[in-house]
C-alpha cells in the first residue's frame, strides 16, 4: 500500500510542474518571430562580360561568347539539357521517337510567344532550320551536312516532325539551335542576315527582351535586358539583366571590386585567390566540356613502343595530372576517369580511378619485357633506348603542361622530344598520323550527348577524328550500337562496356577537364549552376534567379522561454 502512495505522489508532482511551465509559458513575453527570405519580383543586376559583342544572333554567335551569353537570354531553343546532360523541353512541350529512332515528333508549347506578341509556330522552326540548311559557308560544313539530309515537315502550328535518313540517338543534340522569328525575318537568307538591323534589336521569345545597349566613345560597352511578362515558364523575378563589355577577366573582376558590377562571367585561375577573399561574392565552379588529353598514334610503323597497352599505360601511371593541375591552373581542373565527362548520364564510376604511380609504371615496363640501362634509360626489348617525340600547341599553357609530362616520362626513362608547332599545323599532323604522341585539348561543347563514336570508332581511324587509330573492334560495336539506340537505359550499358575495354587498352591519355568559375553577390539567391556544356549555361534557370529583398515575418514562430 505505501508502494501505491509513492507512485501517486510522483504524478502528482509531474502534473504541477507541467501546469507552472504552461502558466509560465502563457504569461511571458511575445513569441520571437524567425523571418525567412521569400522570392520578390524586382530589381536589376549588372554583369560583367569579357570581349565585344558583334550581333545578337543565334545564327551568328557560334565564335563569340558575349552574343552566346547574352542570346541564351533573349531566344529559346526546342530542347535544352539538365546538369547530366539529359534532354528536357524548351520550346518543346513534348515529342515522341518511333520504334526505329528514325522520326522526332515535336509538340510544341502552346503559350510561348515573341517578345512582339505573335505566336511562336511551327513555321520559326521551319525557317531556322532552313537557315541551316543553306549552302552558306556561315553554317559548320558538318553541320550543313547534317541537316541537309533531315527532312522537316509541320503537321499544325505546333507539331512537326523531324525525319532521319537512319537511326541517330544522339539527335536531340541537334535540337538546341535557337529559334528564330520567321514573321520578321522569313524572306531572309543567311547571307542577307548578316547586317541586318535584327542583329542590334533582336526579338526573340526567351525569358529577356532587349531594350537598349549602352555607348561610349561611339562603341557599344553594354546592354540592358528586362524580363518579359509573357515568358512561357513564367515572367522571371529579376526585372532587369544589364551587361557591361571590359577587354579581359581582370579587368572585369577590378570593375566587380569598384562595385561597378554584381556578377562576373568569368574569373581566371590568376584572379581567383582574389576573388574567393571577398566578402559577399559567391563563387560557382563547373567542369567545362574541355578535355586535355595526350593522343597516342597506336598505329605509328615507325615507333612501335605506342603499339603495346602494357607501354601506353606505363605512361599513363607516369604521369602527374595533379601536378599539371595544381601548377598550369592553379588547382582548377577536373582529372579526367576516361573519355566521358563525369556526371554525365553515360559515364560509367565503377572503374578505378588512374593514378600517379611511377613504381606501377617500372612494373608494367619490365612485365612486357622493357629493361634500363646503368645510366637509367629505358631500353626497348629489342635494345633500342625508349625515345618519344610529343607534338605541342606554341603557347605558353601548353608548353607548360608538355614541359611537365617530359619531366614525368623521363622519371621511367624515356627520352621525350617537345615538337612545339602553331595549332594549325599540329592539326594538319594529327589528320595525316604523322606523329607519334600529341598534346591537345578536345572541345566537346554543346554535346551533352557523349557520343565517342568519331573520336574512338575503327571507321575513323584513317580519315575520320580517331587520330589514335585505335582499332578495337568490340568497342566500336558498342560505340555503333550505342548511337543507334534510342533506348538509353542499353545505351548506357554499350558506353559502360566501352569505357571498360578503352581503360584495358588505353589507346590516348584522358589527363583532366578544365573548370568554369562564375562570380556573383550573394544577394542574389537560388543560383544553381551544375556540369555546363557552354558558359553560357549558367542562365538555364536564369528565370528563377531572385534579389533578395524581402522577407516574411510569419513563416517559423518560435516561442520564448
Known amino acids: 500500500m505505501r508502494r501505491f502512495r509513492w507512485q501517486l505522489l510522483i504524478v502528482l508532482l509531474t502534473g504541477l510542474v507541467v501546469g507552472l511551465i504552461l502558466i509560465f509559458q502563457r504569461t511571458s513575453s511575445s513569441p520571437v518571430v524567425e523571418s525567412t527570405p521569400n522570392p520578390v519580383s524586382g530589381g536589376s543586376f549588372t554583369e560583367a562580360l569579357v570581349g565585344d559583342i558583334m550581333r545578337l544572333n543565334p545564327a551568328f554567335d557560334r565564335f563569340n561568347q558575349p552574343d552566346r551569353d547574352i542570346d541564351r537570354l533573349i531566344f529559346s531553343s526546342l530542347v535544352k539539357f539538365d546538369s547530366r546532360g539529359l534532354p528536357v523541353g524548351d520550346l518543346a512541350a513534348d ?53 541537309q539530309l533531315v527532312h522537316v515537315e509541320a503537321f499544325s502550328d505546333l507539331s512537326l516532325e523531324f525525319s532521319l535518313p537512319n537511326s541517330f540517338a544522339p539527335f536531340l543534340d541537334y535540337l538546341t539551335f535557337q529559334i528564330l522569328p520567321s514573321h520578321l525575318l522569313g524572306n531572309l537568307s543567311l547571307n542577307e542576315l548578316v547586317d541586318h538591323p535584327f542583329n542590334l534589336a533582336p526579338i526573340g521569345s526567351g525569358p529577356y527582351r532587349f531594350r537598349e545597349f549602352h555607348l561610349a566613345d561611339g562603341k557599344i560597352d553594354g546592354v540592358s535586358l528586362g ?25 572585369a573582376l577590378q570593375a566587380y571590386l569598384s562595385d561597378e558590377v554584381d556578377a562576373v562571367a568569368r574569373i581566371d585561375h590568376a584572379d581567383l585567390e582574389t576573388a574567393l577573399n571577398q566578402p559577399g561574392l559567391d563563387i560557382h565552379s563547373s567542369r567545362l566540356p574541355r578535355l586535355t588529353m595526350v593522343f597516342l598514334n597506336t598505329q605509328n610503323l615507325t615507333q612501335p613502343l605506342l603499339q603495346s597497352a602494357d607501354f601506353r599505360k606505363a605512361l599513363m601511371a607516369a604521369t602527374n595530372r595533379q601536378a599539371i593541375i595544381d601548377e598550369v591552373f592553379t588547382s582548377q581542373a577536373v582529372p579526367a576517369l576516361g573519355p566521358i565527362m563525369p556526371g554525365n548520364w553515360a559515364f560509367y564510376d565503377g572503374l578505378e580511378p588512374y593514378r600517379y604511380d611511377v613504381d606501377l609504371a617500372r612494373q608494367l ?49 624515356i627520352e621525350v622530344v617537345l615538337d612545339v608547332r602553331p595549332y594549325a599545323e599540329l592539326m594538319t599532323s594529327l589528320e595525316s598520323r ?70 584495358e587498352d588505353m589507346p590516348s591519355l584522358p589527363l583532366f577537364y578544365t573548370v568554369f568559375n562564375y562570380g556573383m553577390k550573394n544577394a542574389i539567391k537560388n543560383v544553381s549552376i551544375g556540369p555546363v556544356y557552354d558558359p553560357a549555361d549558367r542562365f538555364n534557370a536564369v528565370n528563377t534567379w531572385y534579389i533578395l529583398s524581402d522577407t516574411t515575418p510569419s513563416q517559423t514562430i518560435t516561442p520564448t522561454e
Open 95 to 147: 515529342w515522341d521517337v518511333s520504334s526505329d529512332g528514325t522520326r522526332y515528333v515535336i509538340n510544341l508549347r502552346e503559350n510561348a510567344v515573341w517578345h512582339d506578341g505573335t505566336p511562336l509556330t511551327s513555321q520559326d522552326v521551319l525557317y531556322t532550320v532552313s537557315l541551316l540548311q543553306s549552302d552558306s559557308n556561315l553554317v559548320a560544313e558538318d553541320l550543313r551536312t547534317f541537316w
Open 227 to 251: 524580363s518579359f511578362e509573357y515568358y512561357y515558364l513564367g515572367r522571371p523575378f529579376i526585372d532587369e539583366i544589364n551587361f557591361k563589355l571590359f577587354p579581359d577577366a581582370h579587368a
Open 365 to 413: 615496363l619490365a612485365g612486357a619485357g622493357y629493361s634500363w640501362s646503368e645510366a637509367g634509360q629505358l631500353m626497348t626489348p629489342g635494345g633500342a633506348q625508349a625515345s618519344l617525340t610529343l607534338l605541342v600547341q606554341d603557347d605558353q599553357i601548353h608548353n607548360q603542361m608538355a614541359t611537365i609530362l617530359a619531366e614525368n616520362w623521363a622519371s621511367i626513362g
Open 434 to 503: 604523322a606523329y607519334e604522341a600529341a598534346l591537345v585539348d578536345i572541345d566537346l561543347s554543346n554535346s551533352p550527348d557523349p557520343d565517342p563514336y568519331p573520336f574512338w570508332a575503327e571507321s575513323q581511324a584513317e580519315a575520320g577524328q580517331n587520330y589514335s587509330q585505335w582499332r578495337n573492334t568490340t568497342a566500336s560495336e558498342y560505340l555503333e550500337q550505342a548511337r543507334t539506340q534510342p533506348d538509353i537505359a542499353l545505351r548506357v550499358r554499350l558506353y559502360r562496356n566501352f569505357q571498360i575495354l578503352f581503360a
